[in-house]
């Protein structure tokens, strides 16, 4: 058997189409569980059978690194194909566009006398703040949209203002064109954060359209997994590309799963490709119960999907959906009281009868197989945890020594086992507390850590690092101020926070979600957190509202539905498409029917 019959041997007829697309422009939805991504691997690895590449490669896209290792693992496992590298590209959209775009042109747009750095997650943390008020803090939590306006990049509780972006007048909110000022005079200075990279690329692109054609005669294919998350600015990167040249593009997404946490990703315009461009459509199942994917179809673009696994498909447990108390204060019409322990005690009930019920159905209870969701996190109270704080609650931080807050939490992340993000934490915490000590600034970039790399010598920088890190206390079962006392009797300079400040525990604090610790059998976390992921059963816990009411949004047609909308509700589906097996919703008794009524069971 030869290499492409080899191949093909192993795809369904629906998988086939995709690897055996020829040339040309073409969109794939694929519904949950269809193995899209091994669909991926196997037209990657039906290019390297068919072709000889010398001079233009292949430009394999996802959104995450997580999506990107998988692509790799398929090809490595499946295909054997390992260690693939120039004329070809594998790797995140964002790293596609900073090394190709962004770092060796952002100069031209930015006006920076030098080689732009980016800063932010996931590149780095971002501490500037001189003073409470100081706009700079904001310049990782912002961006600017494909229209050019200030759009936010975090909750509205990380702001000291409400987000009202013009004032009666028409003029723009002084608080906002604050922030804009802030941003742009960083951009002087040669800093952005990603989504910056992102928008300040495309006006690369549109201002020396002669980039775009270098890009596209490098690359004779571009896949773009996981195609619903782009947003406007991405699709016009897209867009770009294949206006100057690139006519072998393929994009592969569910459009219902179109949930990037404050990424703006805008569905319509996967929809718009899939209209104009030639279409593939996948839609057999090989996750889920022929039950779930019923179930869930009420939430989905797809008229149907097919479940295909032996042993999963005519699993007969159908879907429930449970009610819980929820917390209630008296009124004039009804007097009546539920607390929040007593609100807890109901959910915890649903959860108890919930994990009997796995294990009734031989699903062994652990963070693998099993897995209780939430919308948000403040909702771990109601397992017993302590929900994160965002930037500007309980703020004991002084300005000008927020490494402090970066170190500690840096220190927490590597107690609590996740060793490569809490060391980056403390390392880029305690090089901001050397730069302050030595320079007041308290900006830290590359040049200045490579400046003491070469004075030192790297084993020298490296040692001092772990030296420092060696003498800072564990944060078990401490508060904040006892950590910093306890830090400051083995440290030459003392870290600082507010007078009489920094009572909460450095656990509670932060919050258990902000380490990612599992402290039970089964996973719990938010649904954006499992995007990708499959489970044997899975709870996800409701309120009666997520910014908007379940209610009046259940009730709606499609159609009828805000943006905002429709993402509270793919989100709720990317949920509900996690499970093999059993699925579970707990939400308030008093929209027991409305949920049941919605997917009709």
């Given at each position: 058997?030869?290499?492409?019959?080899?191949?093909?041997?192993?795809?369904?007829?629906?998988?086939?189409?995709?690897?055996?697309?020829?040339?040309?422009?073409?969109?794939?939805?694929?519904?949950?569980?269809?193995?899209?991504?091994?669909?991926?691997?196997?037209?990657?690895?039906?290019?390297?059978?068919?072709?000889?590449?010398?001079?233009?490669?292949?430009?394999?896209?996802?959104?995450?690194?997580?999506?990107?290792?998988?692509?790799?693992?398929?090809?490595?496992?499946?295909?054997?194909?390992?260690?693939?590298?120039?004329?070809?590209?594998?790797?995140?959209?964002?790293?596609?566009?900073?090394?190709?775009?962004?770092?060796?042109?952002?100069?031209?747009?930015?006006?920076?006398?030098?080689?732009?750095?980016?800063?932010?997650?996931?590149?780095?943390?971002?501490?500037?703040?001189?003073?409470?008020?100081?706009?700079?803090?904001?310049?990782?939590?912002?961006?600017?949209?494909?229209?050019?306006?200030?759009?936010?990049?975090?909750?509205?509780?990380?702001?000291?203002?409400?987000?009202?972006?013009?004032?009666?007048?028409?003029?723009?909110?002084?608080?906002?064109?604050?922030?804009?000022?802030?941003?742009?005079?960083?951009?002087?200075?040669?800093?952005?954060?990603?989504?910056?990279?992102?928008?300040?690329?495309?006006?690369?692109?549109?201002?020396?359209?002669?980039?775009?054609?270098?890009?596209?005669?490098?690359?004779?294919?571009?896949?773009?997994?996981?195609?619903?998350?782009?947003?406007?600015?991405?699709?016009?990167?897209?867009?770009?590309?294949?206006?100057?040249?690139?006519?072998?593009?393929?994009?592969?997404?569910?459009?219902?799963?179109?949930?990037?946490?404050?990424?703006?990703?805008?569905?319509?315009?996967?929809?718009?490709?899939?209209?104009?461009?030639?279409?593939?459509?996948?839609?057999?199942?090989?996750?889920?119960?022929?039950?779930?994917?019923?179930?869930?179809?009420?939430?989905?673009?797809?008229?149907?999907?097919?479940?295909?696994?032996?042993?999963?498909?005519?699993?007969?447990?159908?879907?429930?959906?449970?009610?819980?108390?929820?917390?209630?204060?008296?009124?004039?019409?009804?007097?009546?009281?539920?607390?929040?322990?007593?609100?807890?005690?109901?959910?915890?009930?649903?959860?108890?009868?919930?994990?009997?019920?796995?294990?009734?159905?031989?699903?062994?209870?652990?963070?693998?197989?099993?897995?209780?969701?939430?919308?948000?996190?403040?909702?771990?109270?109601?397992?017993?945890?302590?929900?994160?704080?965002?930037?500007?609650?309980?703020?004991?931080?002084?300005?000008?020594?927020?490494?402090?807050?970066?170190?500690?939490?840096?220190?927490?992340?590597?107690?609590?086992?996740?060793?490569?993000?809490?060391?980056?934490?403390?390392?880029?915490?305690?090089?901001?507390?050397?730069?302050?000590?030595?320079?007041?600034?308290?900006?830290?970039?590359?040049?200045?850590?490579?400046?003491?790399?070469?004075?030192?010598?790297?084993?020298?920088?490296?040692?001092?690092?772990?030296?420092?890190?060696?003498k800072l206390p564990t944060t078990k079962d401490k508060t904040i101020s006892a950590w910093i006392k306890e830090a400051n009797r083995n440290l030459r300079k003392p870290f600082v926070i507010k007078t009489g400040t920094g009572q909460d525990l450095i656990s509670e604090y932060f919050g258990e979600t902000d380490t990612n610790v599992q402290p039970f059998e089964f996973y719990h976390g938010t649904i954006h957190s499992v995007k990708g992921r499959s489970f044997d059963a899975v709870l996800i816990l409701l309120s009666k509202k997520s910014g908007f009411n379940y209610a009046t949004m259940?009730?709606?047609?499609?159609?009828?539905?805000?943006?905002?909308?429709?993402?509270?509700?793919?989100?709720?589906?990317?949920?509900?498409?996690?499970?093999?097996?059993?699925?579970?919703?707990?939400?308030?008794?008093?929209?027991?029917?409305?949920?049941?009524?919605?997917?009709?069971?």
């Amino acid at each position: 058997m030869d290499k492409v019959a080899e191949i093909l041997s192993n795809l369904s007829e629906e998988q086939k189409q995709i690897a055996q697309f020829d040339k040309g422009l073409c969109v794939v939805r694929a519904c949950p569980g269809s193995g899209k991504t091994y669909s991926v691997a196997s037209r990657i690895a039906l290019l390297f059978a068919k072709n000889h590449f010398s001079k233009k490669g292949i430009a394999a896209l996802s959104f995450t690194n997580v999506a990107v290792d998988e692509i790799r693992e398929k090809l490595s496992d499946n295909f054997s194909l390992n260690g693939i590298s120039h004329p070809h590209f594998i790797g995140t959209l964002d790293s596609f566009i900073n090394q190709f775009i962004f770092l060796p042109f952002g100069h031209l747009i930015m006006e920076c006398p030098n080689r732009p750095e980016l800063v932010g997650e996931p590149h780095s943390t971002w501490s500037i703040k001189k003073y409470p008020q100081d706009y700079a803090q904001y310049f990782d939590k912002t961006t600017f949209d494909i229209n050019d306006k200030l759009i936010q990049r975090a909750p509205a509780q990380s702001f000291h203002f409400p987000w009202k972006y013009y004032n009666i007048s028409g003029a723009i909110n002084g608080n906002i064109q604050n922030i804009i000022n802030s941003k742009l005079e960083f951009f002087k200075r040669g800093y952005a954060t990603q989504a910056d990279a992102n928008y300040l690329s495309l006006k690369i692109l549109m201002k020396y359209p002669k980039i775009a054609e270098s890009i596209a005669k490098k690359f004779e294919y571009f896949i773009i997994d996981e195609a619903q998350d782009t947003d406007e600015i991405l699709m016009a990167i897209i867009d770009n590309f294949n206006s100057k040249g690139a006519e072998n593009i393929m994009l592969i997404g569910d459009r219902d799963q179109a949930i990037f946490e404050w990424n703006n990703a805008k569905p319509h315009l996967f929809d718009e490709k899939y209209v104009a461009w030639n279409k593939i459509e996948l839609i057999e199942n090989r996750r889920s119960s022929q039950l779930i994917c019923d179930f869930t179809k009420y939430l989905s673009s797809f008229n149907s999907t097919v479940a295909i696994t032996p042993g999963i498909l005519d699993f007969r447990f159908k879907p429930l959906v449970n009610g819980y108390l929820k917390e209630k204060k008296a009124s004039q019409k009804d007097p009546s009281v539920v607390t929040i322990e007593e609100s807890i005690a109901s959910f915890n009930s649903v959860l108890e009868t919930f994990l009997k019920q796995c294990t009734e159905n031989g699903i062994e209870i652990s963070q693998k197989n099993v897995a209780v969701l939430y919308r948000g996190k403040a909702k771990v109270n109601f397992l017993g945890l302590t929900p994160v704080h965002y930037e500007n609650s309980m703020d004991c931080w002084e300005p000008r020594n927020l490494f402090v807050k970066t170190i500690i939490r840096g220190k927490l992340l590597y107690d609590s086992g996740l060793f490569i993000k809490g060391y980056k934490l403390m390392e880029r915490g305690l090089i901001e507390y050397k730069r302050q000590n030595d320079t007041n600034s308290l900006i830290v970039n590359n040049e200045y850590v490579q400046t003491i790399i070469s004075e030192k010598g790297f084993m020298t920088y490296r040692k001092g690092i772990h030296q420092v890190m060696d003498k800072l206390p564990t944060t078990k079962d401490k508060t904040i101020s006892a950590w910093i006392k306890e830090a400051n009797r083995n440290l030459r300079k003392p870290f600082v926070i507010k007078t009489g400040t920094g009572q909460d525990l450095i656990s509670e604090y932060f919050g258990e979600t902000d380490t990612n610790v599992q402290p039970f059998e089964f996973y719990h976390g938010t649904i954006h957190s499992v995007k990708g992921r499959s489970f044997d059963a899975v709870l996800i816990l409701l309120s009666k509202k997520s910014g908007f009411n379940y209610a009046t949004m259940l009730k709606k047609d499609k159609s009828a539905l805000s943006e905002k909308e429709q993402e509270e509700l793919r989100i709720i589906y990317v949920g509900m498409t996690r499970p093999r097996k059993i699925l579970q919703l707990a939400v308030p008794t008093d929209d027991v029917d409305l949920w049941t009524s919605k997917f009709n069971v």
